[in-house]
């Protein structure tokens, strides 16, 4: 038995360990560190109808035990990245992700349409929750009846499976959760960047040229989980969880708390092996554990919250 | 391609600046201009360009500035740092024609990679000098070390030391035809603008990934497309990248 292995919709993940959207580029750096083939998957970069420069710089800013990004969905867009990094992709024994983001429901519809009939990709996860971009991104994960709506016509184009990924800057991400489910989202992927703020006291200005941007790392990792075990008891599509996963017991946090998978970003750009390391720690925190399969604990942190929100 | 460097010797060598001197496991070839993305602080890493390469020993000299720069300036002897690098791409050394004549322009922290860049120039044989721009007389450094290479000017804006003004007051274009320069934007800025036939500029950015791979240190190019600052540079010819 493969202690790793996880089968989710369109997705059969020799392990639950998959670089997160944005965090990887379209695996071509990574590459030359180690064979992308050992990753359950990977979460590539967020195409667009059109290539996207995205926003100024400084597009980076630290916090503590966290960053603050607003790169703004640069990509080649979608014909670029079908001809250009699929291929590359199309090398490694691994599931690949094709992350979907757009200024309109349209532009949505149009390149989930295009990238879920390349035969490399196995699923989309459809980007509803970039904080960064002014028009599209957040402003349809942060009302569950455009988010529900916009799930409604990627499935209805999408030749594979479909992920929503969620946006923490909700007032209740359990009723986003249900209104994807509801529209008929395959999984769900959680959580996105939480929106912030980091000024530099010597100017009195944002230090990111976009004032606003992403946060992300090992600060909102409780968050993560909090939300993972709130909505997971609340619907019946698998999650595959992130937000600061840096070491193996933050996979295992996210699984107890009913995740199926788990993504990992900024943490690869602190260690680009992270990945790897995180899949060849796993058998043997969990033999320590007393865990057989990784997904035996699947949820097993479930209970009611004291307080919810 | 991750190492642990051990601090070997650390000194203060001028107000604020700091020269850190450190053993590598190995002592393999490093071309000048590329840095080493060091884990210091909370969490990122952060870029910190190479001032020198002498056999297992590398040499940083930097500014402190933030929580990373400032955690750095603190190490002592013993004391070891995990190193992703060397990463990017450097000046092109190799590239230089034997008879060319090099003027190397570093304006206060853009001064350290362009000490190893001159050393390998006269290993190679090549005629250079060095015109290095700083705030302030106790803001120098590295001035001796320079002149022990060849020709230096200093320059300073307030002109407590050496020349008064900015690097550029200091540079006769006529009588060079590459020119490297590492320094504050405003500084590049300027130098894209003066006449030599060659100018190579080494450029700053806040990075995340360090490798290519996060797109947070992009800069514009006049194509309207754009380079990383980390992997296509930080070293680009100065008609590459609007700065």
Redesign the interface.
């Known amino acids: 038995m493969n202690r790793l292995k996880v089968s989710l919709p369109g997705l059969n993940l020799k392990n639950p360990i998959i670089p997160a959207s ?4 379209f695996g ?3 590459a030359k ?1 180690y064979d992308l083939s050992m990753l359950g998957g990977i979460m590539i ?1 967020a195409a667009t109808g059109e290539e996207r ?2 926003n100024p ?11 603050l ?1 607003a ?1 703004g969905l ?1 990509n080649p867009g979608v014909d670029g990245i079908i001809a250009h990094k699929l291929p590359f992709l199309s090398q490694f024994d691994t599931e690949i992700i094709a992350n979907v983001a757009g200024s309109t429901p349209e532009e949505y519809e149009e390149v989930t349409r295009r990238i879920s009939r390349n035969p490399v990709v196995k699923a989309i996860e459809l980007n509803i929750s970039c904080p960064n971009v002014k028009s599209g991104g957040l402003q349809f994960g942060t009302d569950p009846r455009m988010a529900a709506e916009l799930t409604r016509r990627v499935k209805a184009v999408s030749e594979k499976p479909v992920y929503v990924k969620l946006s923490p800057n909700v007032t209740s991400i359990v009723e986003m959760a249900e209104a994807v489910e509801q529209a008929g989202a395959d999984g769900l992927t959680m959580i996105n960047t939480l929106v912030g703020m980091r000024i530099d006291v010597r100017t009195g200005q944002p230090i990111l040229a976009n004032r606003i941007g992403g946060l992300s ?2 600060a909102i990792k409780p968050v993560a989980v909090r939300m993972i075990h709130d909505v997971a008891q609340a619907v019946t599509i698998p999650i595959i969880g992130m937000g600061g996963v840096m070491e193996v017991d933050d996979v295992l946090e996210m699984i107890y708390a009913g995740a199926s998978a788990v993504a990992v970003g ?1 943490a ?6 992270i990945c790897q390391e995180l899949i060849a720690a796993l058998p043997k925190r969990m033999d320590e554990l007393g865990i057989e399969h990784i997904l035996d604990i699947r949820g097993k942190a479930y209970g009611a919250a004291l307080h919810r929100a | ?2 190492q642990l460097l051990t601090v070997v010797t650390r000194r203060q060598i001028a107000s604020g600046a700091t020269e850190l001197i450190c053993r590598r496991p190995d002592a393999t070839a490093i071309e000048p201009g590329r840095f080493m993305h060091l ?1 210091v ?5 952060r870029p910190i360009s190479i001032a020198n390469v002498e056999g297992d020993l590398i040499t940083f000299l930097f500014k402190e500035i933030g ?1 990373g720069t400032k955690e750095l300036a603190r190490l002592r002897a013993g004391d070891q740092i995990d190193a ?1 690098g060397p990463l990017g791409n450097g000046f092109p050394v190799e590239h230089v024609a034997s008879d060319a004549k090099v003027v190397l322009v570093g304006g206060g922290i853009g001064v350290p990679p362009l000490y190893y860049t001159m050393r390998q120039l006269i290993e190679r044989g090549i005629a250079c000098e060095a015109i290095l721009g700083f705030d302030t007389a106790e803001s120098v450094f590295y001035e001796d070390e320079f002149r022990k290479l060849g020709p230096t000017t200093v320059t300073t804006i307030d002109g407590t030391t050496g020349i008064k003004g900015f690097v550029t007051a200091a540079l006769d274009s006529s009588r060079f035809d590459t020119l490297f320069a590492c320094g504050p934007e405003p500084m590049l800025r300027s130098i894209q603008q003066v006449p030599i036939k060659h100018k190579f500029l080494s450029i700053e ?16 190019t006049p194509d309207g497309h ?1 380079v990383k600052t980390c ?1 296509d540079g930080p070293v680009f010819r100065a008609e590459e990248v609007i700065l």
């Open positions: 944005g965090c990887f580029g071509e750096e990574f560190l970069k420069y995205g710089t400084p597009r980076v800013a630290e916090s503590g035990m966290g960053m990004n790169i640069q790392g090992p900024t690869n750009f602190v260690n680009p092996f | 391609m991750i884990r602080g909370p969490l990122l890493r929580q992703l950015n806040r990075m995340g990934c360090g490798i290519g791979a996060c797109f947070a240190c992009v800069c514009p754009y992997s």
